[in-house]
Each structure stands twice: as C-alpha cells, then as structure tokens.
C-alpha cells in the first residue's frame, strides 16, 4: 500500500521524513516569546491577568456565602456516592492474570489507611482552580514501594513549561524543576494547548463578587440612614436660631432616651422613608448570586426562583445538575485510575495490567418496577424466577397472585377477532367497551375520546391528545394504561383488516 503527499507524488519511507515525526506547531515557531518568562509558560487566565492577580486571590472568595455553598452543593453531590472499588485489570476476553490481580489487593490495601474522602474533595477543587496537583508519599514495605498518602500541594508551587509540562518551581518562581514520573497526578479542569493550567470558574467569579460586596455595604448604609424612622420637628413661628438649634439637641437626646423637653407651639412626628429603593438594591445582589450560581453550578433555580419555580424548571435544574455531576465524577475516575497506573509503574513491569477504578451505580429497582408494571398491563406475566433475579428475593419470602397462564381481561377483545366477520365492527365494540371505564360513562366526553382514537396517527399522539382532554381528572397512570388498551385494540384490529384484504 502506498501512502501520497498533497502533490499526488508517493511518499517514500525509506528516506527520512521529520516532519511527520516532529512537532511543527512550536510555541517558538509561532514567535512566542517564552525566553522572557524563564522558559515557564504566564499564566493565561483572562480575568487573573486583565486584574493583574496571582490565582491566591481565589482562595478569598470562598469567603462569599453564595460562591461557599455553590462549592459545596457541587462537590458533595460526587463525594456521597460510596459505592466505588478497585478491580484488577483484565485484557478482553480473557480471565484476570494472577499477578494483576495481587496488584489490585495490594493498592486497595494501601488506599484503607488513607481518608479518600478528603482525597476526593482535593480532586474536586479543580473545576474551581483550574488544577490540583497530588503528591504520591511512597515508603519501603515488604520489598515493595507501598503507598503511605496521597496530598494535594499548593499550586502556585507548579507551572509548565513551553512544552505543557508541568515544573516545580515553589514559591520563588525562579527556577523549575521536571515532576519525577510516579510522583505526582494532576488533575485539570477543561485544559488546552495554550491554557495547561485548566479553566477556572472561580476567576470567572472575581467580578460578581467585587460587585456583590460593593453592594452590600451600599445597601448597609442605606438601611442604617434610611431604615430607621425620623424624627421630624416643627418650630414655632417665631423662633430663632438658638431655639431651633436646642430644638435639634433635644430630638437628638431623644433618639437615645425617648425624652424631650420642646417650647409650647412645637409639633413632633416621625416619619420613614418611602418606595422601592431597598428592593432596588437586594434586586442587585440577587443579580449577581444568580451571576455566580451559573458559574459554578450551571443553574439558577436556588438563587432565582425563591421557591417559585415550576415543575419543568426544576427538571430541568435537575438534568443540568446531574450533567455536572457526571463530569465531575469522570475527573475523579480519571485521577484514580492515573494513580493505579503509577502503582503499577512503580511496582510492576508494564505487561502487568493496572487495577481499574470505577462507581457502581445502584441498580434502580423503581424504573425496573414501573417496567414491569406497563408489561403485565399489555398482558405479560411472570414466573417467580424473574423476580429473584431482578429484585434478589429469595423464593421462600414471595408468592405470586395468580397464576401465570391466565388470560387478561385486557385480552377479551383481542381474541374476539379470530371470530369477527367485521373488523370495523369489532373496533367499534372494543371502544364501546373501553371509554366508559375511562370517563364514567360521560357521553360527551365519551365522543370526543372515539375522535381522539379514530384521528391519532401514533401512540404519542393519542397520549398527549388524551392528556389535553382528561386534564386533572385521570392521573398518568390511567392514561398510559388507557392509551395502550386502546391502542391493544387497534393493533388487533389492524391485523385483522389486513387479514381480510389479503383473502380478499
């Protein structure tokens, strides 16, 4: 087989060809200027570096109380799952090698002493920081290398270089140092060729919560001047300045002691401030608590809705939430199975397969239940064996009510059929029988039911013209086990009619 250049000309391998075993998209061919940073790559940062800020300063802004429970509410939802293992590394198709196996054992032995659960939550603080970088603490057991904890380190100690590998270079920043291998995992939030440091969503928060704590103290003032009533005095007519000025030392005392002592003819009232100015400026913190909820959580239900929100808002609040879940679970996979792989550099050869880390999902015996549900009322039945199976119930603790052979009532106008001499008259009598059971013998209704089945081209079809018709009066349940009666029926009818048109 031949290979062809852009030119149509075959390329020949027998010669040297660096080009394609080399990088040509360099930082130094495109003119970066890297010498200037001591060969360590700036921090790209938009907003860190616009501000002109270190990425210590996001540290400041857990202290916000919206931007601290979004973090929470995010990370916990990874860190309550429990249902997590190790399971040695298996080639496809074939049985766990011996010595993969004893591998696994062994790190799972290691990782019982250390607390995972603060491993995790480090982990976790990537999304927000852009990076967590963890240190692997080794020390000699039993002729091997076992593994005493796993510490996540400041990363400001860390930066990468004009080739995105990652340097220690501490505090100091002037010099840099390549990570041992089997050392050190990272894990990154969303990294890029130009930005390895990953994306932060905390940088993303540094205007909002700026704005947010402007406004607050604003509006601190606001309700210390205004929030209180006034004390409003009326002079007499024919006082002066003096008396006016002891008038206003009076009602000053008076906001301390409630006591004043006023000339005759002076008129007192307290008085508050009116209109929507308060609410002017809560609206404008709300602003920016949705602002940074839709940074770090991808919703704004909490912050927007005030309890308010409606049932597809929530669903949806829900689904966006569920989604971030997964990503963050994906990194914390990631991770562990990036250091699975360095126990297995340092204490293996490479055939040896790396133990594999992974959640197990609880199987949802609900959605299993409402299968079998929507089954048995299409006529299904099962045998006891299904449920142990599916539920894990011993036989001894369930019986069946029923027998699995009988016939469904359901069924009764399906086998009609085989003896009907008009299909048309059949499905006629098979919704005579169906739609007073549904709407309570209600003749109007009844007719606009025998439309709805007569005008639906598909099943959904029916359920949602159903829906508007019933409304709150059949909950969807009824409906579901309404609509596939009839379209039971309808089916037969359909292989009946097609019967007779092929005998025809």
Sequence with gaps: MLIYDHKGDPIDFGESHTDLTTEFATR??????????????????????????????????????????????????VLNKQDYDFSPGQAKGKDVAADAARLCDDLVADLEAINLRNVFSSMLDAPFYGLTVLELIWEPRGGKLRLADIVAKPRSWFAFDDKNRPVFCGDTYTYDTPLPPGKFVLVRHFP????????????????????????????????????QPWVLAYAPHNAD??????????????????????????????????GKAGDLHEGYLRRWDKAISKVLTGQTLTAEMDGNGS????????SVAEDIADADLFLVVSAMNDIALAYRDVNAPASVLAPVFGYDEPEDFDAQADLDKKLHSVGVRFKKSHFSRRYGLADDEFDLDGAATDVPADHAAYIEFADAQDAQEVIDKAVAEIIPQAVKANAEIATQIEKIVRSAESFEDMQIMLAELLGQDAEQDELTELAGRIMLNAQAFGTMAAQEEADG
């Design 28 to 77: 130094l061919a495109a003119g970066a200027d890297v010498g200037s940073f001591l060969g360590k790559l700036p921090d790209p940062d938009p907003v860190l570096r616009k501000r002109g800020e270190y990425d210590d300063v996001l540290d400041d802004l857990t202290a916000d109380d919206q931007v601290c429970m979004a973090i929470q509410n995010r990370k916990l939802r």
């Design 192 to 227: 890029t060729f130009e930005n390895p440091y990953g994306l932060r969503l905390l940088s993303r928060c540094l205007w909002p919560v700026a704005f947010k704590r402007g406004g607050i103290e604003f509006l601190t003032r606001f309700c210390e001047k205004f929030g």
């Design 241 to 274: 300045r003096a008396a006016r000025m002891s008038m206003a030392g009076d009602l000053a005392a008076m906001v301390q002691d409630a006591v004043a002592v006023l000339p005759n003819g002076a008129k007192v009232e307290l008085a508050s401030a009116s």
């Design 311 to 318: 049932r597809a808002a929530s669903e949806t609040h829900y």
